[in-house]
């Protein structure tokens, strides 16, 4: 069992887990909008490092969540 299966498990028990994935897919979809964008200006450009390094660093917390969490229900 790992992530995908934990996430589920996580999505369904805890509260923190469900906003950090909804932050999450937030960012992810600012950032498929951004990407659909022809020209994107300085501000943009900017913006969207800002959200990749954000989306990664929630990716990050929920992957730690989901260690934990597999680490303390081993059998």
């Not at 069992?1 to 589920?8: R, T």
């Not at 469900?18 to 913006?47: C, F, I, M, N």
């Amino acid at each position: 069992m790992w992530f995908e299966e934990i996430k589920e498990i996580l999505m369904k028990e805890s509260e923190e887990f469900r906003q950090v994935a909804q932050e999450h897919k937030k960012y992810d979809l600012e950032l498929k909008e951004l990407s659909g964008r022809r020209y994107l200006t300085p501000d943009e450009q900017l913006h969207e490092v800002e959200l990749k390094k954000m989306k990664l660093s929630l990716k990050d917390r929920m992957l730690a969540m989901a260690s934990d969490y597999r680490r303390k229900n081993q059998a």
